[in-house]
């Protein structure tokens, strides 16, 4: 009979590491395929590793992985996940490539789900929605004898009941090859849900919700830089660029403003200066007294906003009233007049991510603006250049493989790099442009458009 | 004295300055902030205050009377049971002797009758306490309560091979409760169609047959069409589920033993027709339609006469030997007697065509209806002794049953329950709104499109320029009393002007009610209590419905804008009648509608009066909302979520 | 008849000296039925056979009923709301059958449709991903929240992330299981509801990033649920990151790569006693968690059959017979066969009759049985 000898305590925790270790071993070895222990593990708590410490594993995949990230702002850098996903990219396995084309056909149909017509969004979506246009008429103005015409199916969402579901529904009924929409991320969502079921193809140019893409739905690709690319830019700036380490966010109380922080908050996290708060407001919220009590307490050196111009522009004015000096940073709808016509002074310093430099100059991008000015009277922004290249791309893609839904997925989902007006785009394993973007600054009256630095750990890697 | 004088003379022109101050300056200004109109016209005070239900006639004690409802014959044709629903009570009487030998109270509102094989028991749907009470035929005793749906009002007996079961029509919930025995349970609940009012057996008990009375929720534009739903008594499930195309008001259903053929009494209904055309005979008949039951066939037959109509055909009964079919008439006071093999005969020598067309030749009947036989008032439901040769007619009205020799067709006697009545004037203007004697050719009365006081769900064009393009919801008069104006323009100010003068010159195409009847008439209108509603029965509101409640009466919306006063539900449909009796434009003008603004009508048991809104075009309270308010006129509901929504509809539905 | 089928060698052991019986029945052939037996369509998106025997099929065209021996299509001329039927279920109570579309739920009542949509009645959105029937309520999984509709009154109540912990108002399944049901949440794992009681209670992935799954057996493998099945006591949630199994107290996960599973792309999961059927876009998989059986057609057409176990190594076989394709939307089993909406067809599969300890289930008197491992 043998007799166990108790182990001393601190020798217990190495030894059942080891015991799990050699079990899991053991059972890997003598199964015909790698079975798991039962750990039934609870949540672990992500390790927050001090700022500049680096990241010792690197994951290399067919696809820049997690939205091409620096290494120090990824999760849980130090663990090797069970299982990654988005290294490749998901295949769509249904049948379909080999249908006939629909007969019949006197044009090729392209939808478009724009947001509510009135609303804080309908400027927006009537700037995408003219991007999309020009590039369709561009398209069927430069058709070939023989090519059939494009036309485009329109419709705008409600802001309520899942509008865009029954939206996305009409568009099969209607037969469109794919279409194109929207900027609410809800939305957005609901309708690629019921595109997976009527395989149908979206080209999103607008919705900035990081969570979009993270659904494994091969049926969506966004030209839009999502507010992980926003995210991540603004912690190198405030964190490994300025050296600002107390943090305050104060955000629109919605769904947007919920998703679209995240990724700033994670990543200011893991550079190990989480944010001492999150703050709330309501859209169409005018005074911002108590926020601002709050938010003092504080003492904050660095304030991120995300909403609005009509609230954010607001809170600019009040927070440099009240005295507050803290840095004021922000997300890409900071870039816009009614913020600074609300924010008055407090303008002066403010730093957001935006998209690309709309001042550029080049013989692409001027062309682009020309031919906008022309068809609408007015100068185009990020959502007009956005939607005239997500619909150039997908123009292309039917002209390509014709009138075929599966065909045109495949087309689609197999772009990997794209020059459209709005600059260079790298599409990652979820389809979505991971190409750098850039910041603007608000400085003596005007918008400066700067590129965006090399973080940390990649101008570490250089030297 | 003159000083006196001087100064109540100015006491009394000031009164008057101050009043009309008040009437221009604060009156003007409250009826346009709480309306949002400045051309409303006779309004006043009371059209919103001091309202009380208390004083409407239908909250005010009646009289009762020994109404005969369904009726069920013992197996050995001695005793006849009688429901009588306006007293809660089951009458037994003796065939023989022609007399009432016991009565049993049951609570309930006791309405359809069964019997078992044996008459041991005898199973009693009570309308109005949504349940089955099961009775011991010996003594009375109530041996078993089963809950049903709502407003159960038919019962049906059936043998099967794997026990007893009871097929209950559940009139108000539109569904069928199947019985199962060894206790009494609820085996099956099938959907049936709108109004299940009427149930049958076939001949081996392995089915069910269920007539729909109101048709089912459609497009006005559409051709309105009920239903006849089978039922398999030994799962209790609905095994078929037909159309009976433009057909309505069924209220009875019988099987016939020689044949495959299940019988349904019917009013024909061309609703989209101009009423102009009642004159011509156009909008409504009544007929019979036959289903084959082995090959879903069916096909309608005319009961009228081209120049003498039989409205309302309501209770009907087939021979054991499946020789005559029997056919009350409730509007003309009438039995029809149909010979089922003269109708075999036409039919096995007519046409797929002539057939199918049938229904519309009003010179058919005499090929098999071989006799009227006159009754008293109101003939509703019939029973036949078990060999045939007794059929008794619950005479409604008169509170008596009619005992006929149904082979010489002649009459026997009858079985007095009461006085008839004659000396309530609610009564006797029951007997007006039931009698299609005033209107042109016998064609309706003014219960054909008011079954038992309330509505038909459908549309009608009253348009006098007989194009037919005009459609008007066709409204419940349960609960109206109190509500005037009428008509969905508002221009009638009265009942009296409704049913007297308008309803002679758009309907009846012949003399106006004589000033007597026409009085009795309004007098049981006005004693129509509101139809029933989803409320617990404690009273008390669930959780969504007291959501519903405080969106109904809110002064915001969702978002905290303050909602403006005529866009508040509660400003039109103020309690307690829920209207303000004026009329309001939410919205809704048709292209065909010569006005934008419409009567407000009562919400008092609005749940059971769709189709919705002045034209029927919503098929659904939701509809109201949902299709037909884009600019938030008919309230502001926009901005709600489809929960708060839901929350409004189910507190609507407890009005 | 499967030993015979089987590529490799007409010799079968028996079980007893090949190992384990098998938790499960194995299929013997399929039989493919498309737009030539009588389907409206090709795109099969879901299957259930009636208590009365009949089977229902829902596809892209319409949804079609099969009796004896035929299919009788039904569609929107008949009135149906929407061609694009995603999900079926039956009323054991009443008979009927409900019918989710992509534009309005259906009830099917001995041959009359009666539409609900969410402009005419409670319905929160007319997108229809999933049904189920407890008691005499009807639960529906729509776009815009789980809706309930009262059978009895038509009285409707709706869950969403207004009034429960619901993460978004994105429904995609729901099953009942005894006296609660569970809620598949696209976007928020699975809820688990008393509806005696009212309490929601949430499954969540505990990662809480989408990216990775950071350990196993740790809870849902992801909050992106695209089907739950629920028997026996286990409950079973496939997603597109792979598939759980939640046992009451326990989760197990599995991926592709990681596991016998075939692709973490699960439509669909059915459950019978300890046993998943489970959907992929890589053909069928039927698992108890430990004993895999999976089948795919390959390339060229051909059935296969990989069976995997702990312990033995993986075996392949080929069948005479294949799935019509390989994306599977929906599936039903019962004792003896399984019926599989595929996305070019639909697939009739016949079952082996399981063998039972004690009893000799050898090549012999059950041929088609198979074993693990050859000689």
């Known amino acids: ?463 | 004295m003159r000083k006196l004088s001087l100064i109540l003379l100015l006491a009394l022109a000031s009164l008057v300055g101050l009043t009309l101050w008040v009437r221009q300056t604060y009156w003007g200004d409250h009826r346009r902030r709480m309306s949002g109109q400045t051309d409303l016209a006779k309004v006043g005070c009371l059209n919103c205050h001091l309202v009380s239900t208390a004083s409407l006639r239908w909250s005010q004690p009646r009289p009762h009377h020994d109404t005969p409802a369904g009726l069920a014959v013992s197996p050995d044709g001695a005793m006849l049971y009688i429901a009588l629903d306006d007293r809660d009570e089951i009458a037994v009487a003796d065939t023989a002797s022609r007399q009432v030998l016991r009565r049993w109270k049951i609570t309930g509102r006791p309405w359809g009758l069964a019997l078992d094989n044996l008459g041991k028991r005898l199973f009693v749907t009570c309308r109005e306490g949504d349940r089955l009470a099961v009775l011991d035929t010996g003594d009375g005793h109530e041996l078993a309560s089963v809950p049903t749906g709502r407003g159960p009002v038919a019962v049906a007996f059936c043998r099967t091979l794997n026990g007893e079961r009871l097929v209950v029509a559940n009139s108000l919930s539109d569904d069928i409760s199947v019985l199962a025995d060894s206790p009494w349970r609820e085996l099956g609940r099938p959907a049936a169609g709108r109004e299940p009012f009427a149930v049958a057996g076939s001949p081996d008990g392995s089915r069910a047959f269920v007539a729909n009375r109101m048709v089912e929720l459609a497009s006005v534009k559409t051709s309105p069409a009920s239903e006849l739903t089978e039922i398999d008594t030994l799962s209790g499930r609905a095994v078929r589920r037909e159309a009976l195309a433009s057909a309505h008001l069924s209220e009875s259903v019988c099987a016939v033993p020689s044949r495959s053929w299940m019988l349904t009494p019917v009013v024909k209904i061309r609703n989209q027709v101009p009423i102009t055309q009642a004159a011509n005979g156009w909008v409504m008949s009544g007929g019979l339609a036959i289903t084959d039951v082995n090959t879903g066939e069916m096909l309608q037959m005319p009961l009228d006469e081209a120049n003498d109509y039989f409205a309302d055909p309501a209770g009907l009964v087939v021979d054991p030997a499946g020789g005559r079919a029997f056919i009350a008439s409730g509007g003309s006071d009438v039995i029809t007697v149909v010979d089922l093999e003269r109708m075999a005969a036409w039919l096995a020598k007519a046409s797929p065509a002539e057939r199918r067309e049938a229904i519309y030749d009003l010179a058919l009947a005499p090929e098999y209806v071989v006799a009227r036989l006159p009754t008293g008032r109101n003939p509703r439901q019939l029973a036949l002794s078990p060999e045939g040769s007794t059929l008794f007619v619950a005479e409604r009205l008169e509170d008596d049953i009619l005992l006929l020799d149904a082979n010489q067709l002649t009459v026997r006697g009858r079985i007095r329950l009461g006085d008839g009545g004659s000396d309530d004037p609610i009564r006797r203007g029951e007997r007006v709104f039931t009698s299609s004697a005033y209107t042109f050719q016998h064609q309706f009365s003014c219960r054909s499109c008011h079954p038992d006081g309330h509505m038909d769900g459908l549309s009608y064009d009253f348009d006098g320029d007989g194009i037919g393009d005009n459609l008007l919801d066709n409204r419940s008069l349960l609960g109206v009393a109190g509500t005037e104006p009428f008509k969905w323009n508002g221009k009638n100010p009265s009942l009296d002007v409704q049913c007297g003068p308008r309803f002679a010159k758009v309907l009846m195409r012949t003399e106006p009610f004589p000033p007597g009847p026409l009085q009795d008439l309004t007098t049981f209108i006005k004693s129509l209590p509101p139809a029933r509603s989803a409320r617990r029965g404690d009273g008390k509101l669930t959780t969504a419905q007291a959501r519903g409640k405080a969106i109904f009466f809110a002064t915001r919306t969702a978002s905290g804008k303050e909602i403006p006063h005529e866009r508040r539900c509660s400003t039109c449909h103020r309690p307690p009648l829920y209207s303000v009796r004026l009329p309001f434009d939410v919205g809704t003008q048709g292209t065909s509608d010569t006005t934008k603004a419409f009567d407000t009508p009562h919400l008092l048991g609005v749940g059971g009066t769709a189709p919705y809104l002045h034209d029927g075009r919503a098929q659904s309270l939701e509809e109201i909302w949902t299709l037909y308010n884009p600019d938030d006129r008919h309230g502001v509901t926009s901005d709600m979520n489809k929960i708060q929504l839901n929350d409004l509809v189910e507190f609507l539905k407890t009005l | 008849m499967l030993g015979l089928q089987l590529a490799g060698g007409p010799r079968v052991r028996s079980a007893e000296t090949a190992g384990p019986d098998l938790p499960f029945p194995l299929i013997e052939r399929f039989e493919t039925y498309g737009a030539a037996e009588g389907l409206p369509g090709h795109k099969i998106q879901c299957v259930t056979r009636a208590s009365d025997g009949r089977l229902w099929v829902g596809t892209y065209e319409g949804a079609a009923v099969r009796e004896n021996g035929r299919f009788h299509l039904i569609s929107t001329n008949a009135g149906l709301s929407h061609r694009m039927v995603m999900c079926l279920v039956e009323d054991p109570r009443r008979g009927d059958l409900w019918l989710g579309t992509m534009r309005g739920l259906n009830r099917y009542s001995a041959g009359r449709i009666t539409t609900y949509t969410q402009t005419d009645s409670g319905l929160p959105n007319n997108v229809i991903y999933g049904l189920a029937i407890m008691n005499d309520s009807l639960w529906v999984a729509t776009a815009a929240g789980l809706g309930m509709l009262e059978l009895k009154t038509g009285s409707w109540k709706i869950y969403d992330h207004n009034n429960t912990v619901m993460h978004e108002p994105w429904v995609y399944a729901v099953k009942s299981a005894g006296d609660r049901l569970f809620v598949g949440v696209w976007g928020g794992g699975i809820l688990e509801f008393e509806p005696a009681n009212g309490i929601f209670k949430e499954h969540r992935d505990p990662d809480r990033d989408m990216h990775f799954d950071l350990t196993p057996d740790d809870g849902p493998v992801s909050d992106v649920t695209s089907w739950i099945a629920w028997d026996a006591g286990i409950l079973w949630q496939s997603t597109y990151f792979g598939l759980s199994r939640y046992d009451g107290s326990r989760w197990r996960t599995w991926q592709e790569k990681k596991s016998p599973l075939p692709s973490n792309f699960v439509n669909f999961v059915w459950a019978r006693g300890p046993v998943a059927w489970v959907g992929t876009d890589r053909g069928l998989a039927v698992t108890d968690g430990s004993i895999w059986a999976n089948y795919r057609t390959t390339d060229q057409g051909t059935g296969m059959l990989e069976i995997a176990a702990p312990g033995r190594p993986v075996e392949n076989r080929r069948m005479t017979t294949a799935l019509p394709n390989n994306f599977i939307h929906g599936i039903w089993v019962d004792d003896h066969e399984a019926w599989l909406a595929t996305a070019d067809g639909l697939a009739h599969a016949f079952l082996a009759a399981p063998r039972t300890a004690g009893k000799a289930g050898d090549a012999k008197t059950n041929p088609a049985t198979p074993s693990f491992g050859r000689n």
């Open chain 1, 1 to 463: 009979m043998t007799r166990l000898v108790k182990p001393p305590e601190r020798m217990k925790k190495p030894f059942l590491i080891f015991a799990a270790l050699w079990l899991a071993a053991a059972v890997g070895w003598c199964d015909g395929y790698p079975e798991k222990l039962d750990s039934n593990t609870n949540h672990l708590l992500e390790p927050i590793l001090p700022a500049g410490a680096g990241a010792n594993l690197l994951v290399e995949g067919d696809y820049p992985y997690y939205g091409n990230v620096p290494v120090e702002m990824r999760p849980y850098r130090n663990i090797v996940p069970h299982f990654r996903y988005w290294l490749t990219r998901l295949p769509f396995r249904g049948p379909g490539r080999d249908y006939p084309d629909p007969p019949g056909l006197s044009s090729l149909k392209i939808g478009l789900l724009s947001p509510p017509n009135y609303g804080t969004e309908a400027k927006r979506g009537e700037l995408s929605r003219q991007g999309v246009q020009l590039a369709i008429e561009e398209a069927n103005a430069a058709r070939r004898p023989g090519e059939l015409p494009f036309e485009l199916v329109e419709r705008a969402d409600s802001p309520q009941w899942g509008s865009a579901a029954n939206i996305a529904v009409d568009f099969a009924d209607a037969n469109v090859l794919a279409f194109i929409g929207t900027i609410d991320g809800d939305a957005t969502h609901v309708a690629l849900r019921v595109a997976l079921k009527t395989e149908t193809f979206i080209v999103n140019c607008s919705d900035p919700d990081p969570s979009l893409t993270e659904t494994q739905i091969p049926w969506l690709l966004r030209n839009f830089p999502d507010n992980r690319q926003h995210g991540y830019l603004l912690a190198r700036l405030i964190v490994e660029e300025r050296g600002l380490t107390n943090i305050v966010v104060l955000r629109a109380n919605n769904r947007p403003g919920r998703m679209g922080v995240r990724p700033f908050v994670d990543a200011v996290r893991r550079l190990g200066h989480p944010v001492l708060q999150e703050i709330n407001f309501k859209e169409g919220e005018r005074t911002f007294e108590t926020s601002i009590t709050v938010l003092k307490q504080a003492q904050p050196d660095a304030i991120v906003l995300w909403g609005n111009p009509a609230e954010t522009g607001l809170v600019a004015a009040q927070l440099r009233s009240a005295g507050v000096k803290a840095a004021l940073f922000g997300f890409d709808r900071l870039v816009d007049p009614e913020f600074v016509r609300l924010a008055g002074l407090a303008a002066e310093g403010v730093t957001a991510a935006f998209f690309f430099d709309p001042e550029r100059t080049d013989p692409v991008w001027l062309g682009f603006v020309a031919r906008y000015e022309k068809r609408f009277g007015q100068r185009p922004e990020h959502y007009a250049a956005y939607g005239y290249d997500g619909t150039k791309m997908l123009l292309a893609a039917i002209r390509k493989v014709g009138p075929n839904r599966y065909r045109i997925h495949d087309a689609m989902t197999s772009i990997d790099e794209y020059q459209g007006v709005s600059g260079y785009m790298r599409f990652d394993g979820r389809w979505d442009n991971i190409a750098p973007i850039v910041y603007a600054q608000y400085l003596g009256g005007k918008w400066h458009y700067l590129p965006a630095p090399p973080a940390k750990s990649t101008q570490a890697a250089r030297n």
